[in-house]
Nanobody, 127 residues
Framework: QVQLVESGGGSVQAGGSLRLSCAAS????????MAWFREAPGSEREFVAA????????RYADYVKGRFTASRDNAKNVMYLQINTLVPEDTAVYYCATDTWEDYRGRYSAEDEYDRWGQGTQVTVSS
């Protein structure tokens, strides 16, 4: 069974930075792609970024505007999300998710593409 654990969230002031981590474990962990989503209070969960595991190639939501960088460390089974110049609108619970090659349907920004999710880490940005 694959388990995903997010960490690195916290409370920061606008303009600050955070690096979120998603650590994966489980003997069946063999991702094709991993992704970050976020869910703000009163809003639906939205796509943030994805990383193709073998190549490290990232994909981003349009609103990211260069402030977010997604990466992974294959050796450690960890995915990262560096967020710079935080704004209050970034306040949300950030979730990581993973999908395998067998299940991947090419919809990297779709929530229902992913079948394994972490519990989330809270990011709160104050102005």
């Amino acid at each position: 069974q694959v388990q995903l654990v997010e960490s690195g969230g916290g409370s920061v002031q606008a303009g600050g930075s955070l690096r979120l981590s998603c650590a994966a474990s489980g003997h069946t962990f063999s991702p094709y792609i991993m992704a970050w989503f976020r869910e703000a209070p009163g809003s639906e969960r939205e796509f943030v970024a994805a990383v193709f595991w073998k190549t490290g190639y990232p994909r981003y939501a349009d609103y990211v505007k260069g402030r977010f960088t997604a990466s992974r460390d294959n050796a450690k089974n960890v995915m990262y999300l560096q967020i710079n110049t935080l704004v209050p609108e970034d306040t949300a619970v950030y979730y990581c998710a993973t999908d395998t090659w067998e299940d991947y349907r090419g919809r990297y920004s779709a929530e229902d593409e992913y079948d394994r999710w972490g519990q989330g880490t809270q990011v709160t940005v104050s102005s």
